[in-house]
């Protein structure tokens, strides 16, 4: 009985394991598909092309530009991006760095990407910097943007010895 029961138990601590492993290349390959989407808008970005831009965005998409306003679904930031490339991001240059990414559900992320954007306002080169929650959702295995959420990083003031703002 011991044997019989030692036995019942190693088979089921190496489907445990297996489906453990299993579990982790598939957290890895999301994470994976998840990183592309951020490259697919760095890369729409800084090709200026409103189309390429918009295309990683689920068709319903919500985003939450730095101002404040919403926009919904993917035409909508398609239009507003290719609007907004022939202004003063039309040689613009946006670098994505990921800060993090998880999976609070199966088939949803949770990204945080800051933005450091360089652009020509009056002649002069410009930065800007952001932090972005990307909340993406997979269906039928593709990943898409649900909702976008853009901040802005504010410099932090500078700091005299006693702690008083300059």
């Known amino acids: 009985m011991i044997r019989f029961t030692l036995i019942l138990l190693m088979i089921a601590l190496t489907a445990i394991a297996a ?5 982790n290349k598939d957290t890895a390959a999301d994470e994976t598909a998840v990183r592309q989407i951020v490259q697919q808008v760095q890369d729409g970005w800084n090709a200026h092309d409103g189309k390429a831009f918009a295309a990683p ?4 998409a919500d985003y939450v530009i730095v101002n404040g306003q919403h926009i919904k679904g993917r035409t909508m930031i398609e239009t507003g991006h290719a609007a907004i490339f022939t202004t003063i991001y039309k ?24 933005w450091n954007l360089e652009f020509r306002a009056g002649g002069d080169l410009q930065k800007g910097h952001a932090m972005n929650t990307m909340v993406m959702t997979r ?3 593709k990943w898409s943007i649900a909702a976008f959420h853009n901040t802005p990083i504010q410099s932090a003031p500078a700091r005299g010895g006693n702690g008083d703002a300059k």
Do not use: C, W, Y
């Not at 965005?57 to 319903?60: I, K, R, V």
């Not at 760095?97 to 998880?102: A, D, F, G, P, Y």
């Open 91 to 114: 040689d613009s240059r946006n670098v994505a760095s990921i800060k993090s990414v998880r999976f609070p559900l199966t088939g949803m992320a949770i990204v945080h990407i800051e």
């Open 19 to 23: 489906v453990a492993q299993a579990s």
């Open 57 to 60: 965005f689920a068709e319903d």
């Open 139 to 141: 269906d039928k295995g």
